[in-house]
């Protein structure tokens, strides 16, 4: 497989303006393969000038709710058709297996896609009873009018699914759009806007510029025509962006990392708390944000717990993800390779007891083994940081209370899970941890109508639901004086 990849801009392909290219590699056998345009600010104007003029006097300005309803709709079954070219193209990518993308993120991006056609059409303002103009009666109204052209900034682990949660909520918003996808993964959304143009979304609402953070992203964040950067990736990133378009007053929404707790009760169903702890360790080689790699379980179960899932792991089938029967690929990137190893190592140096996996020395390809450490404390940089890799860290609790206590000692706040069969205690504990979305026995999953976001450093904002395409809007309040 050899791609060479251009932006996408104003309906056509075109390389940098100074010809650059970034070399795209391959995880499983650290080969180049391909390259991407590595885009300049002088391709970010064009961009967003291009998103621009269609935002303000262009065609898609003339649509209303209905018309970009259909074009949403569209557009939904032409990733449905095209479902396997994208989940091959994400999960070649980054080493992944294709029954993930296939399974989850491609099903999701659609149900986004079909979600938004029906906001489209009920991005409804306000009547608002007010008290007047100087003794003269008024009536007030608002309307919901598009925030601008977005700058939509998207990490690499699951390229498609992430975008489209951007797209399809400011598109039902009537706004267009600058996608700068990770530099390791431009393929789905450049695919993805070509379906676009081919659903009939004129030319100029959907761009895509591919390049670096500190090039691309950067160039979004400062141009003058960008009005919200919606940003999804590390909280380091989103700091540094928050730095740059806050102070130009752009909306910015940031949905960043976790460090999500998996509190396990000792009343739980052993063998389903077991499984979705499994799953929420091991999914995608570790490398999502909603990761439960913060095992809290009661001290009753505890070393049985962590010995099951040290089977677990010990049981995962690591190799290329292309092949039959495996379950594990190799983590995206020789960045997040070393990441991974360093933490596996901090764990063993800080104490905890190393239970299944450790630090990988692989002959070729950036394979980490499946890692659970137990008897750790939550001091430990294995508990305290996101890792982003298949490792898990198992911290014992004794009460409610003190499950709650280390739950919220943390300085994320995406996710967590509740695992327990007392009906009551599942609701005072859901209630008591500080995060974005709460599971109870299950995994939070991730679904179109609903809100997914954090708090702390987990993120602003949220995307998904209805709120998600209304945060893409303004509301404007109008005022009409109503004399004798
Ligand atoms: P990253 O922050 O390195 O990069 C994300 C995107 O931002 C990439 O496109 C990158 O090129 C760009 N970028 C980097 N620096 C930038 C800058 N200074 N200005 C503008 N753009 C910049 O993150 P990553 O390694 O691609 O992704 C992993 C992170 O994403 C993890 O922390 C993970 O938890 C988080 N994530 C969060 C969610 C969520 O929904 N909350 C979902 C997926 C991933």
Same mark, same amino acid.
């Given at each position: ?14 390389e ?23 885009g300049?600010?002088d391709?970010v ?11 303000e006097?262009g065609?898609w300005?003339?649509?209303?709710g ?5 074009l ?36 999701n991006?659609?149900a ?8 489209? =059409? ?19 109204? #608002?309307?919901?009018?598009?925030v ?10 699951s ?7 951007k ?26 806007a ?13 761009n895509?510029? #591919?390049?670096?953070g ?11 025509h ?26 910015v ?20 708390a ?35 899932? %040290? ?5 995962v ?14 983590? %995206? ?7 991974? =190893? ?18 990988s ?21 294995i508990?305290?940081d ?8 198992v ?12 739950a919220?000692?943390?300085t994320?706040?995406l996710a967590?899970t ?11 504990? %859901?209630?008591?941890?500080k ?50």
């Amino acid at each position: 497989m050899t791609e060479h990849l251009n932006h996408f801009i104003e309906g056509t392909g075109c390389e940098a303006s100074d010809g650059r290219r970034i070399p795209l590699v391959d995880p499983v056998t650290e080969q180049v393969y391909g390259s991407c345009a590595r885009g300049t600010a002088d391709d970010v104007d064009r961009a967003v000038n291009a998103a621009h003029h269609q935002l303000e006097q262009g065609a898609w300005s003339q649509l209303d709710g209905a018309q970009r309803a259909r074009l949403l709709l569209k557009l939904a079954d032409l990733v449905e058709r095209d479902t396997e070219l994208l989940a091959d193209m994400d999960a070649n990518a980054i080493g992944r297996s294709p029954i993930e993308p296939r399974r989850m993120d491609v099903p999701n991006a659609l149900a986004n896609l079909r979600a938004a056609a029906g906001w489209a =059409n009920q991005l409804e303002g306000r009547t608002i009873p007010s008290g007047g103009y100087f003794g003269t009666k008024t009536l007030s109204y #608002t309307v919901r009018e598009p925030v601008g052209v977005v700058g939509a900034i998207v990490p690499w682990n699951s390229p498609l699914m992430i975008t489209v949660w951007k797209l399809a909520a400011l598109l039902a918003a009537g706004c267009t759009v600058v996608i700068k996808p990770s530099e390791e993964t431009p393929q789905s959304a450049l695919h993805l806007a070509a379906l676009a143009r081919e659903a009939g979304f004129p030319d100029g609402v959907i761009n895509v510029v #591919t390049g670096y953070g500190a090039e691309v992203g950067r160039a979004l964040c400062e141009h003058p025509h960008i009005a919200k950067i919606s940003f999804t990736g590390s909280p380091e990133a989103g700091r540094e962006i928050q730095r740059t378009a806050g102070v130009l007053f752009k909306h910015v929404a940031l949905e960043l990392g976790g460090k999500s707790p998996q509190i396990v009760f000792d009343d739980a169903s052993f063998e389903d708390a077991l499984r979705g702890c499994t799953l929420g360790l091991f999914a995608n080689q570790g490398q999502i944000c909603a990761a439960g790699s913060r095992i809290l379980v009661q001290r009753g179960i505890a070393d049985r717990f962590a010995a099951a899932l %040290a089977d677990a792991a010990q049981a995962v089938k690591v190799g290329d993800p292309r092949e039959p029967g495996v379950q594990m690929g190799p983590v %995206a990137k020789k960045a997040q390779f070393d990441r991974v =190893n360093r933490y596996i190592q901090l764990g063993i140096d800080q104490g905890a007891t190393l239970l299944a996996g450790g630090v990988s020395t692989p002959e070729r390809g950036w394979f980490v083994r499946p890692t659970i450490f137990a008897n750790a404390n939550n001091e430990m940089a294995i508990a305290r940081d996101e890792i982003f890799g298949p490792v898990g860290t198992v911290i014992t609790f004794d009460s409610e209370e003190e499950a709650v206590a280390l739950a919220n000692d943390s300085t994320y706040g995406l996710a967590a899970t509740v695992w327990t069969t007392d009906l009551v205690r599942a609701h005072r504990v %859901a209630g008591a941890v500080k995060v974005g979305a709460v599971g109870v026995n299950c995994w939070s999953p991730l679904d179109a109508n609903l809100p997914w976001g954090g708090v702390k450093t987990s993120g602003i904002g949220r995307e998904g639901g209805f709120g998600g395409a209304l945060a893409y809007t303004e509301e404007k309040v109008i005022t009409v004086l109503l004399p004798k």
